[in-house]
């Protein structure tokens, strides 16, 4: 499951020929159900996403798709924003509920499951979540409480983490050429590009001194003040590129968005199938590169990681040069909206800062390794990219 969620706002740009809604981010509290076991839970991870759901909301939830009430549910171990539980038939079929914490909007459900539908129209080497009918023929239903609550199909496999990473290279490009062919003229993007950093979350609405005071005052931030100070510094730094490469006119297309490894399912050394849509933006193309490549950069020995990585993404997914040039930075970008987005959470009281503040180490940790290896990774990339347009040549 996904394990950043960039939050819901609006935004002018077209999808393919659409733009954006206002979608409100909200709280939901939810109890542990007493007829569930409890999920085990890492005491050092940090505390973050809603697993479990009350059990009416939950039944209701089951009731639009299912008609028995013979049906036994199980916490998952992932997510940030929405309830996710394993549902399992009298006669053995599983399945994945998933009770959006959609903020009582359901834009950003049915712009989800537009994509997914039209990604399932293409040809594809693995299988994207694929939404069971309910029993009215929809493949998301609205609950009494405002959520918006779908079944899913299991998807076979393990997350890949680093395993077979030039296999899940060429998926991710697999995946970023299908994407730049779907079209959604109908429907706003709720999600801001990476690119407008300060509106990845409501609490902090696009105002930069917003995050930069909280950083600066909130006392609980000094338990890792040297990272936490360092990634601001590189944040000042990366607004003043922003406006430069913002001249540049990147390429942009619907991205995933989030499409890292442990978004990514394997059987043995093959990509079976992508999970986690719902947080696709209409944004810079070479993101879904470099959100993949944000995590590999926080492995022990990255730069072999992320050559096999952009051998198999080069298969499917071309850069031009500007894209290729423009990768570390949108790798860091990537890692200071985590920052910014789960200061955000904090201050709107969704999370405790230690789901931040557990991390800014790490976090830090992966912006000084793409600071001081730069140009072995555009050459990395650059190579990769020339060698796959001469074979095709």
């Known amino acids: 499951m996904a394990l950043l969620a960039r939050s819901v706002r609006s935004h002018s740009r077209p999808v393919g020929a659409g733009s954006r809604p206002v979608v409100a981010a909200r709280k939901c509290v939810v109890a542990l159900s007493s007829s569930a076991p409890a999920t085990t839970v890492n005491p050092s991870a940090p505390k973050t996403g809603q697993h479990t759901v009350e059990d009416s909301l939950r039944d209701e939830a089951l009731s639009y798709f299912f008609n028995s009430s013979d049906l036994k549910t199980t916490p998952t171990t992932g997510g940030v924003n929405n309830v996710v539980q394993y549902v399992e038939t009298s006669n053995g079929e599983r399945y994945i509920l998933r009770i959006y914490n959609n903020g009582n909007k359901s834009e950003k459900v049915r712009f989800e499951h537009e994509i997914l539908r039209q990604l399932a129209q293409q040809q594809l080497s693995f299988q994207v979540p694929r939404a069971l009918s309910s029993k009215a023929g929809r493949p998301h239903e609205l609950l009494s409480n405002g959520a918006e609550a779908c079944i899913f199909h299991i998807i076979p496999g393990t997350l890949a983490k680093t395993t077979s990473p030039e296999e899940v290279g060429r998926a991710t490009g697999e995946l970023c050429s299908a994407m730049g062919k779907v079209r959604i003229d109908n429907m706003k993007a709720p999600i801001p590009p990476y690119f407008e950093l300060f509106k990845v979350h409501h609490a902090i609405g696009g105002d930069a001194d917003v995050f930069y005071r909280e950083v600066a005052n909130n006392p ?60 696709c933006a209409y944004d810079w193309r070479a993101m879904e590169l470099a959100v993949a490549l944000s995590k590999y950069v926080g492995e022990d020995d990255p730069l072999p990681l992320c050559e096999r990585f952009v051998s198999g993404f080069a298969q499917h997914g071309q850069l031009t040069d500007a894209e290729i040039a423009a990768i570390p930075d949108l790798v860091n970008l990537r890692i200071f909206s985590n920052a910014v987005y789960f200061t955000g959470r904090a201050i709107a009281g969704e999370d405790s800062l230690e789901s931040l503040t557990s991390r800014a180490g790490s976090y830090a940790k992966r912006v000084r390794w793409v600071n001081a290896n730069r140009g072995a990774l555009v050459a990395v990339i650059r190579e990769k990219m020339a060698t796959l347009v001469e074979a095709r040549a």
Do not use: W
């Open 220 to 279: 609980d931030f000094n338990v890792c003040r040297e990272a936490i100070d360092f990634l601001v510094s590189e944040i000042r730094k990366i607004e003043e590129k922003l406006a430069i490469y913002l001249q540049q006119d990147l390429p942009m297309q619907l991205i995933h968005g989030d499409l890292h490894y442990d978004n990514v399912m394997v059987v043995e050394d093959t990509v079976s199938g992508l999970l986690d849509f719902e947080f």
